[in-house]
């Protein structure tokens, strides 16, 4: 029974074959106007095509459906790369401008310590790397200490990335072997003698009382003297008195004299002054680790 049903089967299939031989050629060989192959395909499409359309406009939903699900796994998928790939330009862009950033202010100490002499007095070049939140109590911490040769009462001197200059932005608080506090010069409780202007007026830059941020210079003499635009510095030693010498050497760059608001009396006048170096974004020091060089500190 198996061996007849398998003749059986090969028989159909070379009959099969052998017809689709026959039509094929008498298709190919009959004309295409008035052949009878010719004339029966035409019929059976016209027959078709109506059912043909409509199952075409019955599956095209269908269709739409699963062409719109696979797209929209592709933008899904294409999204998620971008994301990807913004946030690693983010990263990237961020890096840049820390980096940016650095350099600028390294260029601002590398031009104070030639314009103001600065590489005389040993300077320690140091990261900070924690900022007080406090806006009136304000102190950063720098990666170099005790063991770098720092001690508490050095300057500190930062580059600025804006102007390119440098200037004082505080004083070590306290040292041990890795690592200082710095008390920045817009802390409450910092005050430095200064000189103000061609006409070096006495007087001492102060944090402005209830506005952090902001620096006001007190002259000792008459206001008069001193005018907008004038460069603050730092006075220095102005006593040979080994106990009043300032801790800070002569000549480093405070700030410049933006607005002077005039009272009354002189006492009443404030002279605001910006700070040289940007205090609020600084991220590289340099501590004075000998600020009066010669032994008479």
């Known amino acids: ?21 026959i039509l094929l ?6 004309s295409s106007n008035g052949g009878g192959l010719h004339s029966a395909q035409r019929g059976a499409m ?24 696979g797209d929209t796994l592709h933008a899904k998928g294409q999204r998620d790369q971008y994301k990807r790939e913004r946030d690693q330009l983010r ?20 031009k104070a310590d030639v314009t103001a002499g600065l590489d005389r007095y040993g300077p320690v070049k140091a990261s900070v790397y924690v900022r007080s939140p ?50 920045l010069i817009t802390d409450q409780d910092f005050t430095v003698a200064a000189y103000s202007g061609a006409q070096q007026v006495p007087g001492t830059v102060q944090p402005a009382i209830g506005a952090p941020g902001d620096m ?6 008459t206001i008069n003297q001193v005018h907008v635009g004038d460069l603050v510095s730092t006075a220095g030693t102005i006593s040979s008195s080994r106990s009043l010498q300032s801790p800070y050497p002569g000549g480093i760059p405070i700030g410049t004299v933006k607005s002077i608001d ?16 940007d205090v609020r974004h600084v991220s590289v020091v340099q501590v004075l680790t000998n600020p009066h060089p010669g032994g008479t500190s």
């Not at 006001?216 to 003499?221: K, M």
């Open 216 to 221: 006001e210079f007190a002259p000792i003499s």
């Open 134 to 183: 406090n806006a009136f109590y304000q102190t950063v911490e720098i990666d170099k200490g005790s063991s770098d040769g720092i001690e508490v009462g050095d300057p500190v001197v930062a580059g600025d990335p804006a102007s390119g200059d440098g200037g004082l932005v505080g004083q070590v608080k306290t040292a041990i072997g890795g690592s200082a506090v710095v008390t």
């Open 262 to 277: 005039p009272g009354q009396a002189d006492l009443d006048t404030h002279i605001h002054v910006t700070p040289a170096a």
């Open 25 to 30: 050629t008498a298709y190919f060989g009959e």
């Open 91 to 110: 990263a990237q862009l961020a890096q840049a401008q820390y980096q940016l950033n650095v350099a600028r202010q390294e260029a601002g100490l590398k």
């Open 46 to 69: 016209g027959v078709l095509a109506p059912i043909q359309e409509g199952a075409n406009r019955v599956l095209k939903p269908v269709r739409d459906f699963f062409g719109w699900f």
């Open 1 to 21: 029974m198996h061996d007849r049903a398998v003749r059986r089967r090969r028989a159909v299939l070379v009959a099969l074959v052998a017809a689709s031989l």
